[in-house]
């Protein structure tokens, strides 16, 4: 799987035009600051969004905000990594466990198959917990659209943004 829709990556910022991001890179911006600050918020300016499967930051930040850039606010204040903490397919979650359970096979049985019934608990168990898993990735915190200007504002008069 290639992670391309990444365009305002850490490791894209040196090929980019530092004014078309609100932040030029990670290190000029006070990430820990930002995250309590929308933690501590009293100025109402967030609201919950529900992600579809297999969608982007990028493409949720164009819904929100008609503009892709903003992507990195949302990873900022959810805390998020945006390549493992978003909701996928059930499809791509079935691939993945079958893929652990033939890693398992290989590395711990030496090849050696498991039994069915053996096999179908781990599927179950493993499965199981990979809906867990990406139903916690399913809502994330936004800064309403509405909201969006105020709140940048703000992060550059306390200083989180230079």
């Known amino acids: ?25 990670y290190f000029s911006v006070d990430i820990k600051g930002i995250y309590e ?16 499967d297999n969608s982007t930051l990028e493409q949720v930040s164009q819904i929100l905000y008609n503009n892709a850039s903003f992507w990195d606010i949302l990873l900022i ?3 998020k990594n945006a390549l493992f903490d978003m909701p996928y397919e059930y499809d791509q979650l079935v691939a993945s466990v079958e893929t652990q359970i033939q890693n398992y096979i290989t590395q711990f049985r030496n090849g050696n198959s498991l039994s069915q019934s053996t096999y179908d608990a781990m599927y179950n168990k493993l499965l199981s917990d990979s809906l ?3 139903e916690q990735f399913r809502v994330i915190k936004i800064v309403k659209p509405s909201k969006i200007n105020v709140f940048i504002q703000k992060c550059y008069e306390l200083g989180y943004i230079t």
């Open 1 to 25: 799987m290639a992670y391309t829709h990444l365009t305002n990556s850490l490791l894209n910022f040196a090929n980019i035009e530092s004014t078309k991001y609100i932040f030029k890179d």
């Open 132 to 134: 867990d898993n990406n």
């Open 77 to 79: 204040i959810n805390h």
């Open 37 to 52: 600050m929308v933690q501590n918020d009293t100025d109402l300016l967030y609201d919950w969004y529900q992600i579809n």
